[in-house]
């Protein structure tokens, strides 16, 4: 089936319902120039520390080997990114009450900047960041903006990033409502995504309705259960209908 044809299915798709539910992960903000984890120029390659980023962005790293965690994490950090197609477009279903949620595995804020209300952030957001003593929150500048271990201006304890690390749990009522979209949704989208990641891959099982569509570069294990597939940029797809 030629790629124009998928083009109609799909806007006749988006058409037909009313309850759409986006779930998607870092292949959304690559076109934001936020680079993914595990392809060949990822965040996963990072050569300049002594630890490799899954142990460095874990609970149990944080805990013992701060001020360098702090060190790789400000490497994931880009403040001057802006929303692109997919985000924009996915922001303009929602206006339209066409799309009910946003399911996002990242952690950049960037479908909130686009102007989306529902977004359930399985793995938290740098734009949030909150003092372990004082529970004060700030965004990301206090992160930054410092230089070593970040401090609370106000009560002087150590500022971490509300973000899910390695050993960490997710938020239930994140889960809950994501969950919950995704169960009542008449149409799932999955962008940007290899759903390798557990258990928020796993939310794509909630979904029972006829109108999977999946976007991805790479194949994943889930296309065999997709009713429409897309190897594709997700911007690229969704400016399209």
Do not use: W
């Not at 520390?49 to 962005?57: A, D, H, K, R, S």
């Not at 479908?111 to 003593?133: D, P, T, W």
Request: aromatic content about 10%; proline content about 4%; overall charge negative.
């Amino acid at each position: 089936m030629n790629t124009d044809k998928n083009i109609e299915i799909l806007r006749q798709m988006v058409e037909d319902s009313n309850h759409i539910v986006f779930f998607g992960g870092a292949g959304v903000s690559t076109e934001s120039n936020i680079p993914d984890f595990r392809s060949d120029d990822g965040i996963y390659q990072k050569k300049e520390f002594p630890y490799p980023p899954e142990v460095m962005l874990s609970h149990e790293f944080y805990l013992k080997h701060t001020k360098l965690f702090f060190e790789f994490y400000r490497t994931m950090l880009y403040p001057n990114a802006k929303p692109n197609t997919a985000h924009l477009k996915l922001a303009e279903l929602e206006y339209q009450k066409k799309l009910d949620a946003v399911v996002t595995q990242n952690i950049d804020g960037l479908h909130q900047m686009a102007g989306s209300k529902n977004v359930y952030e399985l793995h938290g957001s740098v734009k949030r960041n909150y003092c372990e003593k004082c529970r004060s929150f700030y965004d990301e500048s206090i992160i930054l903006e410092s230089e070593g271990i970040p401090q609370c201006p106000r009560c002087g304890g150590t500022v971490k990033p509300d973000v899910v690390l390695y050993g960490e749990g997710l938020d239930q009522n994140v889960i809950s409502g994501a969950v919950n979209a995704i169960g009542n949704a008449d149409m799932l989208i999955v962008g940007g995504t290899s759903l390798v990641v557990y258990p928020a891959a796993g939310l794509v099982n909630y979904y029972h309705g006829d109108r999977l569509v999946l976007i991805n570069r790479d194949a994943t294990s889930y296309d065999s259960k997709a009713n429409l597939i897309f190897h594709e940029n997700i911007g690229e797809v969704l400016s399209k209908i």
